[in-house]
């Protein structure tokens, strides 16, 4: 088992930043990929990034490319979302994931979530 606990989120306006962290505890983190969703109000919860195991690959989806970044530190068992230039549409619960495949973007692919965190963008 890993129990992954997702922290950072909050109101921000648009053009602001915020920093994710997701906290990872019991199995060894770095057999993990990781991966970060988002679920905005009535939608399915979709893709957002992901990095592999070392941290050397990592891939995102289209709508937030060159805004966040995901990065993780295997000493301390994190994984981060920093998130630049914040929009309205960005606003959703965001999860944290953990995957043993690498560079997964599909929902199903991830084995442990947290238990999500909001983000609020206003305009």
């Known amino acids: 088992q890993v129990q992954l606990v997702e922290s950072g989120g909050g109101l921000v306006q648009a053009g602001g930043s915020l920093r994710l962290s997701c906290a990872a505890s019991?199995?060894?983190?770095?057999?993990?990929?990781m991966g970060w969703f988002r679920q905005a109000p009535g939608k399915e919860r979709a893709f957002v990034a992901t990095?592999?195991?070392?941290?050397?690959?990592?891939y995102y989806a289209d709508s937030v490319k060159g805004r966040f970044t995901i990065s993780r530190n295997n000493a301390n068992n994190t994984v981060s979302l920093q998130m630049n230039s914040l929009k309205p549409q960005d606003t959703a619960v965001y999860y944290c994931?953990?995957?043993?495949?690498?560079?997964?973007?599909?929902?199903?692919?991830?084995?442990?979530w947290g238990q999500g965190t909001q983000v609020t963008v206003s305009s």
């Open positions: 990095i592999s195991r070392s941290g050397d690959s990592t």
């Open positions: 019991g199995r060894t983190f770095s057999n993990y990929a």
């Open positions: 994931a953990a995957t043993r495949r690498y560079l997964r973007t599909q929902e199903y692919e991830y084995e442990y």
